[in-house]
């Protein structure tokens, strides 16, 4: 099932219109105004022609009719405006009725308006918590959606997105472009690093750092079309928490004591999930862990979660009308230098 729509709510000021808090307050007291569609279509042409790179970042603003059309089509706000996790700029929106929400295409030097993802994978991003100025490592960040939405519940002052496999990369590189306006995107570190080692490169230099690590997606894995593949993929699986928990031990390295880690996969399997966590917990004396039970009953309404796990993690569980997930979220914090 396709997730709900994510529209971006631009941080940066619009030069062509309102920012997004102005627009909200204008829209209370009469209708919003809408874009003519003719009209940017020149200013894209022209402006792209004369302004080149910099173009990009003026038209950087919020789409006014976004919002209201996707109330139109049976979209609502997916998650309670009064939970403590969720950042006022950061938007979500699901339907109950199954359907697809058409995708954006990429185009080199247009941003687009919204990301599609299974909502469960915003909740690695609220359990981060991250504050401005923070430095930040997404240590698995490809495709990209989660560092998206990272970016809109702060601005770090450093953020550092890395993903190892050439072809994730590049898929990668281009959310990057398609979301954050050119000015942003300097801010942003891109690289292909084997994540294993950046611990030891970058020792306790992070404030937060997520591990959204390869796991046997089981959603994608279900539906593989070439059966050798999927006996390939199914002999690997074993492999995989091996690898978890290097990239975890890498992470544990690169936070500075008092810096939070948030371990996440879209797998059911335990020992992908709380086995590898368990490792962790036992092998690196200098990490605790977090509490999540306050946050799991804030989007309790959203979602379906298994009962019996510990208060430092989550297990998204698919079921009929609340299909999201499967997403397994887990939260450590370095207490102490290695």
């Not at 042409?45 to 209201?68: H, I, M």
């Not at 599609?116 to 698995?140: F, I, Q, T, Y």
């Not at 750092?209 to 690997?236: G, I, K, Y």
Request: glycine share 6%.
């Amino acid at each position: 099932m396709r997730g709900p729509a994510l529209p971006l709510v631009r941080r940066a000021g619009a030069a062509l219109g309102p920012g997004a808090g102005q627009l909200e307050k204008k829209a209370k007291g009469k209708l919003q105004k809408q874009i003519c569609q003719v009209v940017l279509d020149h200013f894209e042409k022209q402006y792209t022609a004369e302004l080149r790179d910099a173009w990009s970042s003026v038209r950087f603003s919020q789409n006014p009719g976004l919002e209201s059309s996707l109330a139109e089509q049976g979209y609502h706000p997916a998650f309670p405006a009064a939970l403590p996790y969720l950042p006022a700029a950061l938007r979500c929106y699901s339907r109950t009725a199954p359907g697809r929400f058409p995708a954006q295409k990429h185009q080199p030097g247009r941003l687009k308006d919204y990301y599609l993802l299974n909502a469960a994978s915003l909740l690695p991003v609220l359990a981060l918590e991250v504050k401005d100025g923070e430095a930040v490592l997404d240590l698995c960040a490809a495709p990209g959606g989660k560092s998206v939405a990272i970016l809109q519940c702060a601005c770090p002052g450093h953020f550092h997105c890395n993903e190892y496999d050439d072809l994730r990369s590049r898929w990668l590189e281009q959310t990057i472009e398609s979301f954050i306006p050119a000015p942003l995107i300097n801010l942003i570190t891109v690289s292909k690093l084997d994540g294993r080692q950046i611990g030891d490169l970058q020792p306790e230099f992070y404030d937060k750092v997520l591990v959204d690590a390869p796991c046997s997606n089981d959603r994608s894995w279900l539906f593989s079309a070439d059966p050798q593949q999927a006996v390939l993929r199914l002999m690997q699986r074993k492999e995989l928490s091996s690898l978890q928990f290097q990239l975890l031990r890498s992470a544990v390295q690169a936070l500075r004591p008092g810096g939070s880690l948030v371990y996440s996969t879209c797998t059911l399997s335990r020992a992908e999930n709380s086995d590898v966590i368990n490792l962790i917990l036992n092998s690196c004396r200098n990490v605790m862990p977090v509490d999540l039970s306050g946050m799991a009953r804030g989007v309790s309404q959203e979602f379906t979660f298994l009962s019996g796990m510990q208060q430092h993690e989550l297990l998204v569980l698919p079921e009929k009308g609340r299909a999201w997930g499967p997403m397994y979220v887990a939260k450590l914090k370095k207490v102490s230098s290695t």
